[in-house]
């Protein structure tokens, strides 16, 4: 139970930032599907953070996890910092180098010939943010969520300030008759989506600022045994890195040249980009399990119980995803006005987008088992199945079903990545999984969203009624199910109040 609290502390303090952060950050969601009325805009938009998504992994190479495997295992973890980060930001330089020789070639290489200052703006935000990914990596391993939390908040709140005084301010500031226009160097109202990444790159930059000192101190020593060591442990999560990303945003590219001719493939993009954003609370809480459990799941490698705490972990961890499910799916009707009217025909794809999500949640916390056992080559060959599933369903099906192929293509690439991992794990490092509860709830949940459709109330106040009465049976089962940790939460609260 101690350990379960330090886990939900960490989680706690790292999701209260991610929440905020995400919040902030996804204001900019509403904010871009208002702007760029035209979808085809926000479809651009899309389809470079999804080059962007693949990038970024090959930049940062899997050395995020290897950092925290031999932090934690060898004698001078000063050394790794420096080893590893030394190595990150010789391929940085590099990466950022040729991208402003060759950007030009790039930009018509992938479709953007008359925009290629947008692949030299998103080429620059990739150098800065793979070199700050060993600071903030550090920041984690030293259990210094608070520091990691406020950074990752100033670099939000100064890229969601940028973007509003490039898209809103300028723009408003021109109508009223000021000068802004300076040779199409400080406005041009042609160029739109450019100033989105412009925004991105100079919040990266600000942002790399606040480890300036860290990167001075650590004396930029370095250990190639040390190196080889952890590039032999970080290359297969490199390929499962990009096979997973594949999963993540391949979609995105795959459905620009998947689409028939007679449909606008930038405008289909935008929209399924859109309405995937609906899913920011999976999302958020995927993303704030994750940074506090890596780390923690490291730690408790060597305690006597620490499969049974593994087994609870995802116990838990499906509960809240399933309720999280339950809230989006159930609320759409307050849901759906994050984004602009322009983008609701693509609603449907939220409840399985959400699915797929869910799995990916459960995939990490099943995939402890070759993290700890250093055979990571596991997770490139479960990724690279996932991957396949992902570009065989969207080359076959978008042609027919659009970005509603892509959505069924995300959700079982990562239900594959589950079964797999799950089956090959009981052998290599058998974790005393509740199969039987976790799919309980899996079908509970999904049961009563089924139900929920069938019953299909027009009238949205009563619907919302109705809706809420499942969530409510759903907290009912949860509370009667798992009493006795309802009642050891109990004990303590009380405890804390004597």
């Known amino acids: 139970m101690n350990s379960l609290k330090q886990l939900a502390g960490q989680t706690a303090i790292y999701g209260l930032s991610s929440v905020i952060a995400r919040i902030l950050n996804f204001l900019l969601v509403p904010f871009y599907t208002r702007v760029f009325t035209d979808t085809a805009e926000f479809g651009i938009i899309s389809e470079l953070y999804a080059y962007v998504a693949f990038l970024i992994i090959i930049l940062s190479y899997g050395m995020e996890t290897a950092f925290f495997r031999f932090s934690s295992k060898h004698k001078d973890s000063n050394l790794v910092f420096s080893t590893s980060l030394i190595s ?77 005084f490039f898209l809103l301010i300028l723009p408003w500031l021109s109508d009223i008759g000021y000068n802004i226009n300076f040779a199409g160097i400080i406005y041009d109202p042609e160029n739109r989506v450019g100033y989105v990444f412009l925004a991105n790159l100079l919040a990266s930059i600000f942002t790399l600022t606040f480890f300036l000192k860290d990167i001075i101190r650590s004396e930029f020593r370095y250990s190639w045994t040390l190196l080889k060591s952890m590039l032999i442990y970080s290359f297969p999560l490199l390929i499962g890195g990009l096979a997973g990303t594949v999963n993540e945003v391949i979609d995105r590219i795959m459905l620009r040249y998947r689409l028939p001719d007679n449909i606008d493939a930038l405008e289909q993009i935008g929209i399924y980009g859109a309405n995937i954003k609906i899913a920011v609370l999976m999302t958020l809480f995927i993303q704030m399990f994750r940074y506090a459990s890596e780390p923690f799941f490291f730690s408790q490698e060597k305690s006597k119980d620490s499969l049974k705490l593994y087994a609870t972990v995802l116990h838990y961890f499906t509960i809240f995803a399933v309720f999280i499910f339950l809230v989006i799916t159930l609320y759409i009707d307050f849901f759906k006005h994050i984004i602009g009217s322009n983008y609701h025909e693509g609603l449907n794809i939220v409840p399985i987008v959400l699915l797929g999500n869910l799995m990916l949640g459960i995939y990490f916390n099943l995939s402890v088992w070759y993290k700890l056992k250093e055979i990571t080559f596991f997770s490139a060959l479960f990724a690279t199945g996932g991957a396949l599933i992902t570009v065989a369903i969207n080359y076959f099906f978008i ?35 509740n199969i039987s509860k976790i799919l309980f709830y899996l079908f509970v949940g999904v049961g009563l969203f089924l139900i929920s459709g069938v019953i299909d109330i027009e009238d949205i106040f009563y619907r919302l009624i109705i809706n809420s009465l499942f969530i409510f049976i759903f907290i009912t089962i949860v509370g009667y199910r798992e009493r006795s940790l309802m009642n050891e939460i109990y004990s303590l609260i009380m405890k804390t109040r004597k």
């Open 88 to 164: 990150l930001i010789t391929t940085s330089l590099l990466f950022a180098v040729l991208i402003l020789i060759f950007y030009p070639q790039i930009a018509t290489i992938i479709g953007y010939g008359e925009q290629e200052k947008f692949i030299l703006l998103l080429g620059l935000v990739l150098s800065v943010d793979a070199i700050m990914a060993i600071p903030f990596a550090r920041l984690r391993f030293m259990n210094k969520a608070f520091s990691f939390a406020i950074i990752k908040l100033i670099n939000v709140s100064v890229n969601i300030f940028l973007n509003v």
């Open 399 to 433: 042609p027919y079903y659009g970005y509603m192929a892509s959505a069924w293509g995300h959700f079982l690439s990562y239900f594959f990545m589950v079964v797999i991992s799950f089956i090959v794990g009981r052998y290599y490092y058998p974790i005393p999984y």
